[in-house]
């Protein structure tokens, strides 16, 4: 029955076809038995545990992805995951650029911004404060995300993921190795360390939280 769903979002794979959310056909089935007599943690559980099967049956999907496991991997471990048809959009868009040097870009992106957050002593806890930006290149990223943001979000909008993916890179690349180059994060200052942790959490999540998180990509790894 999995691979029947992802079967049917594969045939609606195309920029004009109609959402398919697992979490609505998961309530459709929860109105009747065994289901809805089981308290709402319990069906969460199932549904968590059925959403993660479907999302395992992706790897069988096309045999033309054959060779884009990691890519798969990294449009799952976005947050943004209800609609499967998206789900396979985001996965061909990708795909189609595996060999594509502005894929590589973005996800070089991704990959620094979520090495150092993972690796930061202290987590950000709030949005950025732009009167803590006291370095000239952290005021330009935060200027830079501020002023293209809407651009990104736009394309993601319009299911665009393969330009948003290149405009992604072409914004963030460069300036963000200048200032990893240039400008230490783990600062002594507690406050200026989250603010500058919340700046990179906030170009990470501009992407991985919608498109795809590439750092799961085999090139950066490589």
Known sequence: RAQGIVGIAGWRLSPSTHPL???????????????????????????????????????????????????ISAVIASRDNDDLTDVLHRIESLHQMKTDPRLAK???????????????????????????LKEAL???????????????????????????TTV???????????FFDKVLVNVEDETVRRNRLALLHAINTLYT?????LSKLTIVQQ
């Open 209 to 213: 939280s919608r498109i795809a998180d």
């Open 138 to 164: 952290e005021r330009q990223l935060w200027e830079l995300y501020s002023s293209r943001r809407g651009d990104i979000e736009a394309l993601v909008q319009k299911k665009s993921y393969a330009e948003a």
């Open 21 to 71: 959310s697992l979490n609505a056909l998961f309530e459709a089935r929860a109105r009747f038995a065994p289901f809805q007599a089981m308290p709402a943690a319990e069906k969460g559980r199932i549904a968590s545990r059925i959403k993660a099967y479907i999302f395992e049956r992706l790897y069988a999907t096309n045999p033309l992805w054959s060779g884009s496991r990691d890519v």
């Open 168 to 178: 992604y890179g072409e914004i963030f690349f460069m300036p963000l190795h200048e």
């Open 106 to 132: 973005s996800a070089k992106v991704i990959e620094r911004t979520a090495n150092i957050l993972k690796g930061a002593p202290v987590k950000p806890r709030n949005g950025v404060d732009p009167a803590l």
